[in-house]
């Protein structure tokens, strides 16, 4: 890779330097052949053996997706422990693919309005090729949590709050993951992922990446002590730990990840695509709490996953399929633990036009 990188750069300058000189001519033998080299090795990225995988016959695609997010916070102190979780409702939206970019969003139908619901937002983006793939996420939820498995110490029935509504928190989540894929040219990852590809015979391969990923939280613990009173006949037994009391928590987590994926070709056109990735991440955190004028922050590592697991129907032309993501965060420090997870089941069905010009000449 670093060879490819300097070859390019050393390319590019030459020609610079040349076409400024005027020693090399625009239609020259020479720029010719740089021209060629450079195509040659962003086509290095798609590279792949036509005995496993079909490459794709069209440009273009556009795509109808239906989706279920699913997202929790969780934290606890002191044997004290509270999910927050919304309802789980389903999306729909467009998103067009050209190559290896694939972009849309999706909406909430209950909360749709002519200016968009400010509290609420989200968007997915990412690049897929053969060798590598890049996500980018950023999400920002609403007031709809409610209060899930609630357990408030020894004597005190947790069980009266679950399913309660509570808007004093936010939830935000900002990020990117990059991969690379060892395998690429017997494995597709797009195929299952971003059917542009269809996989031929049965394979697998070994993924590494590296991500980061921003998560807020704010949390109005007054008022959640103030539900806590109102349910629970017993809160002065139910006073929530001081571990738990935060106006905000800030985290920043930098990681490395490994995992397999591998793809099982059911029949001719029909795949089932399973990946999992552990990830090593050093978190950083800056938070605020009731009892601590300063606040507290900390640094150390903690273990994440990702996992991928996609049901894909493709003839080149018309596909459809479903697939669930799901990525998890977490948290351990000597006064509190918080755990993350978030993910989506997406159901989608896809059309790709434009037909590429060496596949014109076969029809």
Known sequence: MKKRLLLLTMTLLTMAVGRAMGDVPLNSADSTSNINKVRDMVREFDRMDTNYIEPPHYELVVEARATRNYEAFNLSSNGQSIKFSPDQRIKVGPYLGWRWVFLGTTFDLKNISLFGNSAKRELDFSIYSSQVGVDVFYR??????????????????????????????????????????????????????????????????????????????????????????????????????????????????????????????????????????????????????????????????????????????????????????LRTNNYHTSRFTAYNVFGSINAYLGYNFLLKKKYRKRT
């Not at 195929?191 to 991500?211: D, E, H, R, V, Y």
């Not at 507290?296 to 669930?324: C, E, H, M, P, Q």
């Open 140 to 325: 920002r939820t609403g007031s709809d949590y409610k209060l899930r498995d609630v357990r408030m110490g020894y004597g005190v029935d947790g069980m009266r709050l679950e399913g309660v509504p509570f808007g004093g928190i936010r939830v935000g989540i900002t990020g990117v993951n990059a991969y690379y894929i060892f395998n690429h040219r017997r494995f597709s990852y797009p195929a299952a992922f971003s059917p542009s590809t269809c996989q031929k015979i049965s394979c697998g391969s070994w993924l590494a990446g590296a991500g980061y990923t921003r998560n807020t939280l704010e949390l109005d613990f007054d008022e959640l002590q103030q539900v806590v009173g109102q349910y629970l006949t017993d809160a002065q037994e139910a006073r929530l730990d001081s571990g738990m009391m935060f106006n905000s928590v800030d985290y920043h987590d930098y990681s490395l990840s490994a995992g397999y994926a591998y793809t099982w070709v059911l029949r001719k056109h029909l795949i089932f695509c399973a990946s999992g990735q552990a990830a090593v991440a050093y978190k950083t955190s800056l938070g605020k709490t009731a009892v601590e004028a300063d606040g507290f922050s900390f640094g150390k590592l903690n273990l994440d996953g990702i996992g991928r697991f996609a049901l894909v129907y493709n003839n080149t032309r018309w596909y459809a399929g479903l697939n669930a993501i």
